[in-house]
């Protein structure tokens, strides 16, 4: 996979892409649409509130506790976002989503892509309303880490080489669809926190880029061999392991 820079199309401001942003509520989801906004018409955004996450982990080890709470500040500090942009916005439950309306109003946008980032599953309705439309930020070196918690899991295989993000189309089955482009880290000097954060802060700042270029024909989408790698699931990510990833 080529890693060589994606350049932004030069357009007159009234030929800019039309984008949606499907996300989560974080301030690095809140980054994303701020960074959409500044490249592309960011026309709208859906909002999925995704609830706690790992709580049950949480509450069974202090280590881990720490661990997400790390998580948290740093990306308070690399981030640094309040507040989505000033542009239609929808705040959806998880389970609201793939609703009828929700998807309705996606379609009146008439985006010329989606850029999806931290929501749930999209179901075929999605897939069938923008066809090859929907790009997803990945963060995992597909296809070689699939599924749940796929920027951790390098750092337990002491695999970094395939430390990185995806962006890639959405297709019916999970983190497959052909890949556009893949974000690696500029260095592996930091800790855990720094590194993982800041990968992701270039994955968002890359990704305007990358769905001009992809529309534009000047990306070549690339079948994934899903054969090679693991789907990580939730349930695989244990005290244990974080012990061993981050060498605490």
């Known amino acids: 996979m080529s890693l060589s820079k994606v350049s932004l199309i030069n357009t007159q401001r009234n030929n800019i892409l039309k984008v949606l942003v499907l996300t989560s509520n974080s301030c690095r989801h809140k980054f994303l649409c701020h960074q959409v906004a500044k490249e592309l018409e960011l026309v709208g955004v859906i909002s999925e509130d995704k609830g706690k996450y790992y709580s049950a982990e949480k509450k069974a080890s202090r280590l881990v506790t720490e661990h997400f709470d790390k998580l948290r500040i740093k990306e308070k500090q690399i981030f640094d976002t309040q507040d989505f942009p000033n542009v239609p ?13 929700v998807l309705s109003w996606a379609i009146d946008l008439k985006p010329d892509a989606i850029i999806l980032f931290g929501t749930g599953i999209l179901k075929e309705a999605w897939l069938e309303a923008f066809s090859d439309k929907i790009i997803n930020i990945h963060l995992g070196f597909s296809p ?88 990580y699931k939730k349930a695989d990510f244990s005290e244990d392991a974080l012990r061993k990833a981050i060498k605490l």
């Not at 951790?152 to 890949?179: Q, S």
Request: hydrophobic share 35%; with cysteine.
């Open 89 to 101: 916005l929808i705040e959806v439950k998880k389970s609201e989503i793939n609703s009828e309306d």
């Open 144 to 231: 070689y880490y699939r599924g749940s918690g796929t920027l951790f899991w390098p750092f337990y295989n002491d695999d970094l080489e395939h430390l990185g993000v995806t962006i890639h189309l959405t297709v019916r089955k999970v983190d497959a669809g052909n890949i556009l482009y893949i974000v690696q880290p500029k260095s592996l000097e930091e800790d855990y926190y720094s590194i993982t954060n800041e990968l992701i802060k270039k994955s968002l700042c890359e990704v305007s880029s990358v769905t001009s270029s992809y529309l534009s024909g000047k990306i070549e989408p690339k079948a994934q061999d899903i054969t090679l790698g693991h789907v």
